[in-house]
T-cell receptor, first 112, second 114 residues
Framework: GENVEQHPSTLSVQEGDSAVIKCTYSDSASNYFPWYKQELGKRPQLIID?????GEKKDQRIAVTLNKTAKHFSLHITETQPEDSAVYFCALTSSGTYKYIFGTGTRLKVLA | NAGVTQTPKFQVLKTGQSMTLQCAQD?????MSWYRQDPGMGLRLIHY???????DQGEVPNGYNVSRSTTEDFPLRLLSAAPSQTSVYFC?????????????FGNGTRLTVT
């Protein structure tokens, strides 16, 4: 079945620095790639998503890039703040299946 | 709208006991699914449904049953609980109006099997 590899598993950055999380997939039929943020003890919540016909999408301090040829997509957070500390999950799905497969998560710590 | 509602929030079972985790959504979403979350394992799909009367297995279906008699409800049944089923369980739903429909998660059920 479809598999998503997410790296790194943990990431520590200084406040104000940038953070990048990368996910790699194998099924070329995948065409929707959301990212979720999960704070401690809370449910995952969507923060940004990208469709397969788009290479990059930005929303204030966060952006997602997609390289369909290499089959990877990345989350970029600029000017990190302590409230960005959480676990981030990448996910993907494809038309017709509606099955969402998740990466194993990245624990981001922003050090003040 | 309440969104996706899961009950109970916490549950402790003894090995061999059975129980049902409840999930209800009020967004008229066709797609509903169950995930379990374990440390370092991310969110793994247990079962999912694309509409009333239709269910299918995910990555880790063994030991769990589901049914979908209505659009709103998607209960998850543990037939004979085992310590390996200790986990946090999330129910999630999305619309089938387009493939670009994000998942909406419930608040989760923390299950401990002793």
């Amino acid at each position: 079945g479809e598999n998503v590899e997410q790296h790194p598993s943990t990431l520590s950055v200084q406040e104000g620095d940038s953070a990048v999380i990368k996910c790699t997939y194998s099924d070329s039929a995948s065409n929707y790639f959301p990212w979720y943020k999960q704070e401690l003890g809370k449910r995952p919540q969507l923060i940004i998503d990208i469709r397969s016909n788009v290479g990059e999408k930005k929303d204030q301090r966060i952006a997602v890039t997609l390289n369909k040829t290499a089959k990877h997509f990345s989350l970029h957070i600029t000017e990190t703040q302590p409230e960005d500390s959480a676990v981030y999950f990448c996910a993907l799905t494809s038309s017709g299946t509606y099955k969402y497969i998740f990466g194993t998560g990245t624990r981001l710590k922003v050090l003040a | 709208n309440a969104g996706v509602t899961q009950t109970p929030k916490f549950q402790v079972l003894k090995t061999g006991q059975s129980m049902t985790l409840q999930c209800a959504q009020d967004m008229n979403h066709e797609y509903m699914s169950w995930y379990r979350q374990d440390p370092g394992m991310g969110l793994r799909l247990i079962h999912y449904s694309v509409g009333a009367g239709i269910t299918d297995q995910g990555e880790v279906p063994n030991g769990y049953n589901v049914s979908r008699s209505t659009t709103e409800d998607f209960p998850l049944r543990l037939l004979s609980a085992a310590p390996s089923q200790t986990s946090v369980y999330f129910c999630a739903s999305s619309s089938r109006q387009g493939v670009y429909s994000p998942l909406h998660f419930g608040n989760g059920t923390r299950l401990t099997v002793t």
